[in-house]
Every structure is written in C-alpha cells, then in structure tokens.
C-alpha cells in the first residue's frame, strides 16, 4: 500500500512539471497592423514591428511599434510635424508630411509645390535628401558633440539632425556651440532644445552624409 501511494503521489507531481514543461508557445498573441500604420514598402526598406488593430495611432505607439531605426525616426518626426499628413499645409504655407518650405525644396530641386503635395514618394525622398544634406553640413558637431550632455539632455545624431529640420544647421551649429545658450523657437514655441531631447537616440546611421544634394 504505502508503495502504490508513493507512485501515486511522484505520477502526480510528474504530471503537474510535464504540463508546465509542455506549454504551447505557439499559442502566442498574434498583432495586426492597423491602417494607420501601414507601411508603404516602396519608400522604406526596414522592417517594421506589427501592432494590434486595437493599438490607438499616437506619437508613443509609433515610437514603440516603427524601432528606433531611420524609418522609426522620420515617422516619429512627421507625427510631431504634421501627424503623418502628406496633403497639410500649416498657418505659415509648411507644406506636407515632413513641412517643408518652398525655400528649402528648392535647394532639394523641387520647385513645384503641388506636385510635391500629391506625391508621398517624392516628400519621402526629400526628407531623405535633407537628412542626407545637414549630416554633410553639421558633420563636425556631430562627431564634436555627440555623447556631451547639454541642458540635461545627452547629445545624439539623431536628435541633432531633427534640430536642423526644425530650426536650420545654422541655428543648430548655436545651439551646440554656446552649449545651449543660444536656442531657437518656432512660431508654435517648439525649441532645439526640445527636439534634441525629445528625437535623441535613433540609429539613423542608414543616411550618409551627402553635399548638396538634389532630386
């Protein structure tokens, strides 16, 4: 008797690890890419992180789900600069996804305004263009700065190259040189300091320097 109760008592403890051993890991959650954040594959190579249909479309959720690649960092800047809008055009005549003005689509070779609104993929290689363009420009604060803490915020590439889109390289290259002193406020109070914190940390290492480039 006392051997059959001491089988019993070590099946069942045998049964209860096996369960646990067995879980079924295939049984995991599986997320769909809401409309919102569908990426066009035509204008980005990167791989994307699916998200849940249910998953509200905010400046967080774009962050969390898009990476902190180059691909993460455009979409979370065209979210602060237009939410994502190709077609927008604000109070002051910035234009599209990215706002640009007409002074610096020119410098890129665009000199057709609606043109530029109706064409997502050229807006893309723009932005691209432009990122491409301030690296070249602001190549030696980069490597001067980058990894310096300024006004409490640790100084990246990134958050160096989202300045320059908001505010130029000139006012960037014053910001970082007076080391914080010498900042910048859009019309809508958005400051250098503020997109230095705010974009820091992206790997948009993808993007090369490149003098003066156009479409």
Known sequence: MKSWISFICHLGII?????????????????QVPESLIVDTSVCNEPVFLVSRNTVDTEENRALFLGNRYHGF??????????????????????????????TLQLMGVNDPQKFLEDPILQEKVFQLNVARNKWILRRDIKRFVGKRINGTVITESGIIASSHLAGAGNVKKYLRSYGQNDFSDAYGSTIAYYMKKFRGYDISSVMPQKNPKI
């Open 15 to 31: 049964t209860i690890l096996t369960s646990f051993a067995t879980f079924d890991t295939r049984n995991e959650f599986r997320q």
């Open 74 to 103: 455009k979409e979370a800047l065209a979210f602060k600069e237009s939410r994502g809008d190709y077609s927008v055009v604000n109070t002051l005549g910035y234009m599209g996804k990215y706002q640009f003005g007409k002074g």
